[in-house]
């Protein structure tokens, strides 16, 4: 028998391996449980619940940025010389609260859970989609090279404040923010007519927190500047 005698039996033998054919079996079968669960609304939260939660978690990110932006001096008090890192930490976990109760809201709401159909989405859309996701990342990319990982709250947090001459903060105040708002309404886009009802109410909430984390900055730096002509040097967090 030539060599590729012997290959094409060894993939035959590979190919009809029971063990294999079993595995496989049993890899699809798992991924149709997987779909059967997402593709059928979420029951087991009350819907009523969840309405209210929802705009609930949403805000207290914004709390926590403001309180720290306002009252630096309490927050290094209540975490000592943890005060950064523990502000970072807590904005990662509210950010993954926030993510984890907009899906099972969406879950609970729609009679199909949380599968769609993209089927009928046109170019236009996609296109749409792919300008205002990118910008926002872009945004949110540049703010975080120039400002830190979490943007000027370290620098307040050690008594600097914020001063950067650097795209994009030449052309626009809170371009972080900005980003924040576009990523916010750019998955939506996509399937807008299938989400559920309620859904603009909470996208154009979560796009007013953001206006009013940045004009709570506005209006504490230019308190804090009001008495001196040259900004104190950025710090960046790491």
Request: with cysteine; hydrophobic share 50%; net charge neutral.
């Amino acid at each position: 028998m030539d060599a590729s005698a012997e290959y094409v039996g060894a993939k035959v033998n590979i190919d009809v391996n029971p063990t294999h054919s079993a595995t496989a079996s049993a890899a699809i079968d798992y991924v149709g449980i997987i779909l059967a669960v997402l593709c059928k609304q979420h029951t087991a939260i009350d819907i009523d619940i969840l309405n209210w939660a929802v705009p609930l978690v949403l805000t207290f990110p914004h709390v926590l940025y403001a309180f720290v932006w306002i009252r630096p001096e309490l927050w290094r008090n209540l975490c000592g010389s943890y005060s950064t890192p523990i502000f970072a930490a807590l904005c990662i976990r509210l950010k993954f609260i926030q993510i984890v109760s907009i899906v099972f809201w969406v879950w609970a709401s729609r009679e199909a859970g949380l599968c769609f159909d993209l089927s009928n989405l046109t170019l236009s859309t996609w296109l749409c989609f792919l300008v205002i996701q990118f910008t926002g990342k872009m945004l949110i990319w540049k703010s975080y090279q120039v400002s830190g990982a979490h943007f000027f709250y370290a620098g307040r947090l050690e008594g600097t404040e914020r001063a950067s001459n650097a795209f994009p903060y030449t052309i626009m105040s809170h371009p972080e923010c900005l980003g924040s708002v576009l990523t916010t309404w750019a998955l939506p886009i996509l399937v807008m007519s299938q989400l559920p009802q309620g859904t603009t109410f909470l996208l154009a909430y979560a796009s007013l927190l953001s206006v009013f984390t940045a004009l709570v900055e506005d209006y504490l730096k230019t308190r804090i500047h009001h008495h001196s002509s040259e900004p104190l040097p950025l710090k960046r967090l790491h």
